[in-house]
């Protein structure tokens, strides 16, 4: 079974973020101006503690009061903004930013809540949902960032994608990994393995199955387990793209086939992308096609 390889320097390597992520990303360049928005501070006023003492009168502590308590009593060092700035760092995850990149960009999204009408003081006290808001932000901005990416690349280098021998994966019955095995009453003839794994007994991706397995140009044809060492897989902005079933057909070819349910094929756009760029690298000996609304005959037109 074949994968896709994509051309660096001469050399032909397996298709992988690498390829549209190769270099540090800048975070210090993206705009911090959106963190004004994000961030909120809950209406202190509004949320308390009500207790009841033990002469029975009713006391209301706000949580304003508490936190000026909780303050007298913790003696945290001054806060600055650099300080808070590092603090946010220490917490957040980032192997793809350099520390300084992702400490400028720290610092420029505290400015904005500055100038935004928050005080200094009352962003350390509620460090820990700010910094939670920022690396919800930080996640945000690299999820746009993959995705321009991987347009840009497919726009620039899309005769960069190939396929070779070196590059290729093996369906057997040994490595066949399942989560749960079919247990339908419907008989499936021509399933590569004699298990079939992750396939409900009804539905749509369970008609796709029968379609595929009644067709004369099908000779095997196997469900491809999702997020299995052992599938097949071709790479997206944000993941791994498992599609749901590869077939070999009597004249040698593979078809691999997506089945999607209406509600979410318009989305799948970079699912399609990146299935015909490999069936295009094959040379006419792969076919690719995302199935929707039981349009099972495009499975004859593709193989035709």
Known sequence: MPLLGFRKQGE?????????????????????????????????????QIDISESGKVGIDFARRVQGELAAVIQEPAWTLPRLANWIDTGIKHPDITNPSAVVFFRSALNKLLASGHDLDTLARNKYDLRNVVAGFISDLRSNRETDNYSALFAAHADQFATSAELSMIFDEQSYALNQPYAGATKFNKHYTPLIGDLKAEGEEFECAVYLDRLDTVKYWIRNIENKKTSFWLQLPHGKFYPDFVAMLDDGRILVVEYKGAHLFDSEEAKRQIGDAWADACGGQCLFCMLTDRGFDLIDRTIS
Do not use: M, T
């Open 12 to 48: 032909l390597q397996l298709f992988s973020k690498e390829h549209f992520l190769d270099l540090l990303w800048r975070l210090d360049e993206c705009d911090a101006s959106d963190i004004a928005n994000r961030f909120k501070i809950v209406d202190e006023s509004q949320a308390g």
